[in-house]
């Protein structure tokens, strides 16, 4: 069972501080990791993938990941009121599939 | 280029009925996955096919719910006969062969009363 935790409960971050969000994935086969944004009653879109140990930065978001400790980490610069959604950690394990978290609801701040 | 188009939206029905949930995928996409999310969690994969073969179907419960891909484009989701745990959003999304973005649709609602 390809398992990702996303265990966090919602967070609030006012507009413009950083939001901070974890995962932790139980396989260690799984070479790339996905960030989806899901906003309430729509359907999730990528915003981030990495597969390589360190940082990845696109615009306001910057992916983290550590292979050693099974850690995924997405951070939200400069938060928005549009960056107000659920954020989906998603770990890939072969033949295109995909294994979601739970996912972390951030909620900024005006 | 059109999204992955998903229908009907809404559906409520009662408990032991069955229902039927239709999705077409982007154009040249051959990879077409069906996700059950429940409220609260994170999208679980259903069944994944690769053309109109089943890739992976390790987490449908087949008791209850069938798939099929017809050509290798729509597919459909059906549920027979429905329990209330069964209430989620039923998710289609496709992707092109051998990578991993996946294109997800809005999405069905089912509420099973």
């Known amino acids: 069972q390809k398992e990702v935790e996303q265990n966090s409960g919602p967070l609030s971050v006012p507009e413009g501080a950083i939001a901070s969000l974890n995962c932790t994935y139980s396989?260690?086969?799984?070479?790339?990791f996905f960030w989806y944004r899901q906003y309430s009653g729509k359907s999730p879109e990528l915003i981030m993938f990495?597969?390589?140990?360190g940082d990845k930065e696109d615009g306001r978001f910057t992916a983290q990941l550590n292979k050693a400790s099974q850690y995924v980490s997405l951070l939200i610069r400069d938060s928005q009121p549009s960056d107000s959604a659920t954020y989906l950690c998603?770990?890939?394990?072969?033949?295109?599939?995909?294994?979601f978290g739970k996912g972390n609801q951030v909620v900024v701040i005006p | 280029e059109a999204g992955v188009a998903q229908s009907p939206r809404y559906k409520i029905i009662e408990k032991r009925q069955s229902v039927a949930f239709w999705c077409n995928p982007i154009?040249?996409?051959?990879?077409l996955y069906w996700y059950q999310q429940i409220l609260g969690q994170g999208p679980k994969l259903l069944i994944q096919?690769?053309?109109?073969?089943?890739?992976?179907d390790s987490q449908l419960p087949k008791d209850r719910f069938s798939a099929e891909r017809l050509k290798g484009v729509d597919s459909t989701l059906k549920i027979q006969p429905a329990k209330l745990e069964d209430s989620a959003v039923y998710l289609c999304?496709?992707?092109?062969?051998?990578?991993?973005?996946?294109?997800f649709g809005p999405g069905t609602r089912l509420t099973v009363t």
């Open positions: 998603a770990a890939y394990y072969g033949n295109n599939r995909l294994a």
């Open positions: 396989d260690r086969g799984s070479q790339s």
């Open positions: 154009s040249g996409h051959a990879t």
């Open positions: 999304a496709s992707s092109w062969l051998n990578f991993y973005e996946q294109y």
């Open positions: 096919f690769q053309n109109n073969g089943v890739v992976d």
């Open positions: 990495i597969y390589s140990n």
